[in-house]
């Protein structure tokens, strides 16, 4: 082990079950760990020298490095916090701006599509007068209706007719609320692929399955997950997806289908209990790793 790093896990709940993990890893590893409520920080912009403060207080605690766990509720402000982290030179383990990418999944979905990385069929619209050629993009229904934000299956919607389709739209356009539109695709049956990524690698993967009733498969949802080995050309997929949004540690989603695996969303704050619990593998730790060699 190298010198003892003081890590900062930003978070609003300490008791969670990712949080405790990186925790208890860190204190195995032989650093130092704390937490940082994001909702009790705030920011002074002085000409004496910018500062992010903690309950009022400027922050006098050394940090090597910030392990970010925001929450999608509070993404705009948890990621002004971290910008003014980065920009006093402190190491965060995701990026602010790999962050914000994530978080907006049209925004995401540039991305892989810029770099050539295989996604379904998507298209985007602003409103109802859009449908109709969305869904012509896209090969026609059933379709799968997803708002720009959204986490754990929330804000996904299978539209099995164009009625069905109008009906959504027409409401999330009088809530100013534009959507992705992609393919359905029929013979991943309900399941899908959830890999970690921590660094430049794979160190986890797992087949998760929805309720017979529900096409999506988060484990949040009611799913269930197995563990999985996927071959390298489908790990290199996973690499590119994270490598794209300048990601260290995330949890990247595909579909397999029948041309192939395809990307559908990266997720910046994978959570970890249910990929440790169906893998085996210690993530904690490997997250623990990846920041002992990005501080050296």
Partial sequence: ???????????????????????AATRRAGHGVSYLNPTRCAIDLSPDGAT?????????????CIVPRIGASITRHGLTILRQFQAAGIITLNHSNGIAASRDKLRALQRFASSELPIPRTAYARGAEDLHHCIETVGGTPVVLKLLEGTQGVGVMRCDTVASAESVIDVLARLHQPIIVQE?????????IRAIV???KVVAAMR?????????????????GEKVDLEPDVERICIDACN????KFAGVDLLESNRGPLLME????PGLEGIERATGVDIANEVISEIERICD
Avoid: C, W
């Fill in 1 to 23: 082990m190298g010198r003892r790093l003081e890590i900062v896990i930003m978070t609003r709940g300490p008791e969670l079950y990712s949080t405790t993990r990186l925790a």
């Fill in 52 to 64: 992010v403060l903690y309950n009022g207080e400027k922050i006098v605690q050394p940090m090597d």
């Fill in 184 to 192: 359905y695709i029929a013979e991943s049956e309900g399941s899908d």
């Fill in 198 to 200: 921590v660094g430049n």
């Fill in 208 to 224: 998760r399955t929805g309720k017979s009733d529900d096409f999506r498969s988060n484990i949040h949802r009611g799913g269930t």
């Fill in 244 to 247: 794209t949004l300048g990601l």
């Fill in 266 to 269: 990266v997720n910046s704050s």
